[in-house]
């Protein structure tokens, strides 16, 4: 194990014994970006070395800390291209407030890394600039849409991450990377400065090498911001450090998403699961939401809709790439048709479709209503349960281009994790095992504002478990491809 | 089945302009979801109320306080063509360039 390969908070401990110096922290990640990030390109940029260690301040022990950011959350005065051809060249005039937040801490920002374009996919292949591989088989998509996240920390190159979840882009990425997600609760980060995909959706989250991590940046992101008309003004999350004890606790395993479509291998590592946690005193039973079935057709009807409204912007007028065009609405169409890639056209057509006159009842205000459907579901379940466990993926992660050519089989891909963010609620994915050296995530689920619980569950299983603790075999990458 | 004629429209009024080769590709693509999410129909929904969103809170507003945000430099930084502080265009109506 090098320094890349530790956690924050075992770093920061290092560094307040003086065992390790901050500089050598940050090398550490440096050296991993030299070494594997042309194999990997988890990142679309990379501050330069040079100030990425003249950042460290030795009064401020997070400066030691590298952090990498999606590139679809804006960083003043960085790129933010949000990996599509109209943005190419776009600079953030003004900082997220998760950034402001993070600079208050004087975490030290790395680089913005790949994701699928505007956050539209499940592989990160659908990113205009290349996909990203899996670091622990390069043949592997790391998942979507934050791949470059979840595989940026994967690799040591960055020591946690922020991505952006609309229907479980944090959580199937750090599934496929055998890293630690969370999507919280709708309303508890600040989306001012996320470039927006699915308002109603959206959430901005943590993305680290263990829970311990993951509920510390999840501490620092949360709270109030009257930047965001749907932030919610209510105490925030504050850090403390986790016990583990959930004897007594009651967890519901969701019967739906163990059913068709499920890995055995993937189902066999959830199974596995369930006995740790009865071994450390939790009481599960099964249950069923019969509505979430519903979710994916629910999901691609609302999502590409916000999409739809949402990425009207880009219109090549205020910012990003312009074709030409003799009149204003030709230019405007023609800068859309060229800068926009396919997936993300095809969303917007969608959404264009099922909101335009003669079909929004018939397809939008039918998908509003299963979404009460869905989120009713999830309120009866939480009468008996204290938290949910379900996979994050049915599979485990796929070989690049398994399913480019279909894009419904792709969107089936979402289906343990689509159903929470129509719910709003909060849910964490945690390494739970492995199948043929790769990693297997666990999603816990909780109602609304239980982060604090949903950690204490996730701590209880890791500390009980190695699989936290395993690095994949970058040396042994192999160059061949 | 899509039509072409409501790929058409879509695209219209979408600003989108597509080849004729995405145009037959979106019209098979978009069917096939679109076949999917018929899958809703199998439930009667109409007594169950639209969820447009999961937070229980609406109308947030703001007082209407002038504040500096940017500099006009700043708000102008990454258009694409720029003239004496402001956005330019092609023309809105059709004519010569």
């Given at each position: 194990m090098e320094l890349a390969d530790l956690t924050a908070h075992e770093l920061l401990e290092l560094i307040s014994k003086k065992e390790v110096s901050p500089q050598e922290v940050v090398k550490s990640c440096i050296d991993r970006i030299e070494k594997y990030e042309p194999k990997i390109k988890a990142y679309l940029f990379i501050r330069n070395p040079e100030e990425i260690i003249n950042s460290v301040k030795e009064d401020e022990p997070y400066s030691a800390i590298p952090i990498a950011i999606k590139d679809n959350i804006l960083v003043k005065g960085l790129p933010n291209t949000c990996a599509s051809k109209i943005l190419a060249n776009f600079i953030a005039p003004y900082n997220a407030t998760v950034i402001e937040r993070l600079n208050k801490k004087s975490l030290n920002i790395i680089g913005k890394t790949n994701l699928d374009e505007f956050a539209m996919g499940s592989s990160t292949e659908n990113s205009a600039f290349g996909p990203t591989r899996n670091p622990w088989d390069i043949e592997r998509v790391p998942g979507g849409s934050s791949g470059g996240s979840a595989a940026s920390v994967a690799m040591g190159s960055a020591i946690w991450a922020l991505g952006s979840d609309t229907g479980g882009s944090i959580r199937q990425p750090a599934s496929f990377c055998g890293v630690v997600g969370l999507k919280p609760t709708y309303g508890t980060v600040s989306r001012y400065g996320l470039v927006a995909f699915a308002s109603s959706l959206d959430q901005i989250g943590p993305i680290t090498k263990d829970v311990t991590d993951c509920a510390l940046l999840y501490s620092f992101i949360n709270g109030y911001d009257p930047n965001d008309s749907t932030s919610l003004n209510i105490e925030p999350y504050r850090y403390s450090p986790l016990k583990g004890d959930i004897k007594g606790i009651k967890i519901g395993l969701i019967r739906e998403l163990l059913g068709e479509g499920v890995d055995p291998s993937v189902k066999k590592c959830i199974e596995d699961s369930v006995k740790i946690f009865e071994d450390l005193g939790a009481i599960i039973e099964e249950v069923s939401l019969p509505y979430i079935s519903y979710s994916v057709p629910t999901y691609y009807i609302l999502a590409p809709a916000e999409a739809s409204s949402n990425l009207a912007r880009f219109d090549g007028v205020r910012y990003g790439f312009r074709a030409s065009g003799k009149t204003a609405e030709e230019m405007m169409s023609n800068t859309r048709g060229e800068g926009f890639g396919p997936e993300v056209k095809r969303r917007i057509m969608l959404g264009t479709y099922v909101l335009s006159a003669g079909y929004y009842e018939a397809f939008y205000l039918k998908a509003l209503k299963f979404r009460n459907l869905i989120a009713s579901d999830f309120r009866k379940a939480f009468e008996r349960f204290d938290v949910l466990i379900s996979p994050t993926?049915?599979?485990?992660p796929f070989k690049l281009g398994e399913k480019v050519e279909n894009p419904l089989e792709m969107y089936l891909a979402d289906i343990c994790t689509i159903p929470i963010n129509l719910a709003g609620l909060p849910a964490i994915s945690i390494p739970s095992g492995f199948v043929n050296n790769l990693p297997v995530g666990l999603q816990i689920i909780g109602p609304v504002f239980s982060e604090a619980k949903l950690f204490e569950v996730a701590y209880a299983f890791e500390q009980a478990t190695p699989f936290h603790k395993r690095r994949p075999q970058l040396g042994g990458i192999s160059y061949g491809v | 089945m899509l039509s072409i004629e409501e790929v058409l429209h879509i695209e219209r009024l979408a600003r989108l302009k597509l080849t004729d080769k995405e145009r037959e590709m979106y019209r098979n693509q978009l069917n096939d979801v679109l076949n999917y999410a018929a899958k809703l129909d199998e439930i009667d929904t109409s007594n169950v109320p639209p969820m447009y969103h999961v937070l229980p809170v609406s109308n947030v507003l703001r007082e209407d306080i002038p504040r500096e945000i940017f500099s006009q430099e700043e708000a102008l930084s990454n258009a694409p063509l720029k003239e004496g502080g402001f956005f330019v265009i092609p023309p809105i109506l059709g004519g010569e360039e």
């Open positions: 993926s049915p599979t485990l | -």
